[in-house]
């Protein structure tokens, strides 16, 4: 099984050297109608994602592009660079050390038009708030595919409240990178639109 998903993540590295075009849509746009605290301040950006050299290059691009947007934002592979997932209690610290006032978490959602897609089954997960949303995702392991669906989840930090969601489709064209830019530039987009950034 390790060799298994090693080689995918072999594979989909190896593609960062190949450019392309990908286009992305979101889909299932949610936001909650209650929220009246304006714009983000400092986001602390999550994504789960394999493997570790994709993760880290859509947190660094998303952090750069929020920032771009006039939104301080961390990349969390920043705080916690190895691949082991952190335990609730070291987020939080973090989170008030940093003052985060919001977390965004990312995850692989499905991935189709592929034989070797595979995922490990989810477990009962009693956590709730952006911590048990991100400790669910982190079960999952998705291979290569070519229409990709990402589900991005937002959460106030201080009471996990969820504001916005979305389920976005990517087309997988040959190139992570290509990728990882449409689903930022779609992200950034609405959330422009809906006063979540300057």
């Not at 950006?45 to 859509?58: D, H, K, S, T």
């Not at 003052?99 to 595979?118: K, T």
Request: glycine fraction near 4%; hydrophobic fraction near 40%.
């Amino acid at each position: 099984m390790k060799r298994i998903i090693l080689f995918f993540g072999i594979a989909i590295t190896s593609l960062f050297i190949i450019n392309s075009c990908a286009t992305t849509k979101l889909n299932s746009v949610w936001m909650d109608d209650k929220y009246q605290e304006g714009a983000l301040k400092n986001v602390l950006v999550i994504g789960v994602i394999e493997p570790q050299i994709l993760r880290n290059y859509f947190e660094n691009e998303l952090v750069k592009q929020l920032k771009a947007k006039g939104t301080d934002a961390f990349a969390s592979n920043k705080i916690f660079p190895d691949e082991t997932m952190p335990k609730k209690h070291e987020l939080r610290k973090k989170i008030k050390e940093m003052n985060i006032d919001s977390v965004l978490v990312v995850r692989l959602a499905d991935v189709s038009d592929i034989n070797a897609y595979m995922t490990y089954p989810p477990q009962f997960v009693t956590s709730e708030g952006f911590y048990g949303y991100y400790t669910l995702c982190c079960q999952n392991i998705v291979s290569l595919g070519y229409n990709v669906k990402f589900e991005t989840k937002i959460f106030m930090a201080k009471n996990d409240n969820l504001v916005w969601s979305a389920l976005s489709v990517t087309d997988f064209d040959r190139s992570p990178q290509n990728m990882t830019r449409s689903l930022i530039e779609a992200i950034i987009n609405d959330l422009s639109n809906r006063k979540l950034l300057k």
